[in-house]
C-alpha cells in the first residue's frame, strides 16, 4: 500500500496512460478527478497525459497527436504513448500538424483514405 493510501504519480501516470490505451474515457476521467491536486500540480507527465486523455474525449483527432508528440515521455509510459500513436497517428497525418518547429500537415483525410485502415492496435 502506498504512504497515506496516496498512491505515486508514477502509479497514476501508468494508470492514466493503460484507461487511455483502452480507451476507457469514463475510468480516465473519474480517475483523473481523484488524483490530488498537489500530485497533479508537480508531475508534468500526469498533467501531459490529461491533455491526450482531454483530446480522445472530444474526438479531437489531430489534437490527440499533438499532445503526444509535444511531451517528453518517461520511460515507462513512452511505450503505451507509442501505442496511442499508432493507434491515432493515421489521423495525425492526415490533419495538419501544429507541432512547434514543424511545417503544416496535408488536409484532412478523405473517408476512403481511411476506411478498413488497421494498426498493430486494431481496425480505427
Not at 494508470?15 to 478527478?33: E, F, G, Q, S, V
Not at 518517461?74 to 514543424?102: Q, T
Not at 511545417?103 to 486494431?122: E, I, K, L
Amino acid at each position: 500500500m502506498a504512504p497515506g493510501g496516496i498512491a505515486t504519480p508514477q502509479v497514476y501516470a501508468q494508470l492514466l496512460c493503460l484507461y487511455l490505451l483502452h480507451n476507457d474515457m469514463n475510468n480516465a476521467r473519474y480517475l483523473w478527478k481523484r488524483i490530488p491536486q498537489a500530485i497533479k500540480s508537480a508531475n508534468p507527465e500526469l498533467t501531459a497525459l490529461w491533455a491526450v486523455g482531454q483530446r480522445i474525449w472530444q474526438r479531437d483527432f489531430p489534437g490527440i497527436y499533438t499532445a503526444i508528440a509535444a511531451f517528453q515521455w518517461s520511460e515507462n509510459i513512452l511505450p503505451v504513448m507509442e501505442s496511442l500513436r499508432a493507434r491515432w497517428g493515421v489521423w495525425g497525418k492526415c490533419f495538419p500538424k501544429k507541432i512547434p518547429g514543424e511545417q503544416a500537415g496535408r488536409n484532412v483525410c478523405p473517408a476512403w483514405a481511411v476506411s478498413g485502415v488497421t494498426t498493430s492496435a486494431g481496425s480505427l
